[in-house]
């Protein structure tokens, strides 16, 4: 039996579905991925914003698996004595006129990777797994911006992850900052999941955040209800597998802190072919600026594996009340000679991985 989702990923099959390949949220991407042949990978991330900012990265990641060594004789007769330690298993073989000892070592492994941004911010990331005990993965995070000032140069993080079946439990820390903890847990069975966050500063000795939720789960369909910004946000969603091509997702989002409008999304996905996909949104909410305004925003979206490693995507989002005016935003990963002069934005999105 395998551990539940994270607390964070409760909702995740509906999250995925409304939020991600939708490509109209930046006007350019690019990213670049490729392995050498040691093991080391690296990507390259570059993008730039409708604003007219640009930012980038790149990014290197090196795997250390687990391996062993095993030493051993062929004519064992009778095994006295065996003890069993985390990273060697060993045994005394004793024989007439012979002594043998057979010893396996395991390497537990880690894994390093490092991110240098065009902030000329440098993040080092340390994965520990299975070391500390079964189920219990050990991340060291650290950051250095050599720009910023002293007290906000650097950042140093601890995260420990535990699995067991039923069982999801997950503690950040924040070492430099308060300190201060996060902590959170899920509790699995037959599908049915329910968890629990909260926050924790050291220093002020006080509860900084708490957040709930339930959900279950099945390969087909998921439901979820969350609590969060101390159960003061609720929201509900559903996700439904309808076939091998069809998925279909909701959301709805409440405020008890604000105003009573209730903020809804549902979202599509239809696959074509087994290289190419098509999806589809609409965000019903309503938001304060001078007054309270009814919007509804739509989105679609286009994913199409050209060849093997490289994929493109088109996107657009359209203001339903405004789709006569030039206010819509395009961003799309080959220009178009037919893109009509009402569109004021207009991007591009490639994936490359060798």
């Not at 991110?115 to 911010?121: A, D, E, P, Q, R």
Request: charged share 20%; hydrophobic share 40%; net charge positive.
């Amino acid at each position: 039996m395998s551990a539940p989702a994270a607390f964070s990923d409760i909702a995740k099959p509906s999250n995925d579905l409304l939020n991600k390949d939708f490509y109209h949220t930046v006007a350019a991407n690019l990213e670049v991925k490729s392995k050498a042949p040691n093991g080391v990978s690296f990507n390259v991330k570059g993008q730039s914003a409708h604003e007219g900012s640009t930012s980038g990265s790149i990014e290197g990641k090196y795997t250390d698996a687990p391996s062993g060594t095993i030493f051993h004789y062929l004519h064992l007769v009778v095994c006295t004595h065996s003890s069993i330690f985390n990273a060697i298993d060993h045994q005394i073989i004793l024989t007439p006129g012979m002594a043998a000892l057979l010893m396996v070592y395991q390497r537990a492994g880690l894994t390093l990777t490092q991110t240098w941004t065009t902030l000329n911010s440098l993040n080092t990331k340390v994965e520990l797994d299975n070391q500390l005990a079964k189920g219990v993965k050990t991340e060291i995070l650290t950051s250095f911006l050599p720009s910023a000032s002293p007290d906000k140069s650097k950042s140093a993080k601890l995260n420990l992850f535990f699995k067991q079946p039923n069982f999801h439990g997950r503690a950040f820390f924040d070492l430099l900052k308060g300190p201060v903890a996060n902590v959170d847990a899920v509790l699995g069975h037959e599908g049915f999941l329910v968890g629990a966050e909260a926050g924790y500063d050291v220093q002020k000795a006080s509860i900084t955040k708490y957040s709930a939720a339930v959900g279950y789960s099945m390969p087909e369909y998921s439901a979820a209800i969350t609590a969060t910004n101390n159960l003061s946000v609720f929201s509900a969603s559903y996700y439904h597998k309808v076939s091998s091509q069809v998925e279909a997702g909701a959301k709805a989002t409440w405020d008890s802190k604000g105003s009573n409008n209730v903020g809804l999304e549902v979202a599509s996905k239809y696959r074509l072919d087994p290289s190419s996909f098509a999806k589809a949104s609409l965000l019903l909410f309503r938001y304060r600026l001078a007054k309270i305004n009814d919007r509804g925003i739509a989105a679609a979206a286009y994913s199409v594996l050209l060849r093997q490693g490289v994929t493109l995507g088109l996107g657009a989002s359209f203001d339903t009340q405004k789709l006569n005016e030039a206010a819509h935003k395009v961003d799309q990963t080959v220009r178009m000679t037919n893109v009509k002069a009402n569109i004021e934005k207009v991007g591009a999105s490639f994936t490359f991985e060798a």
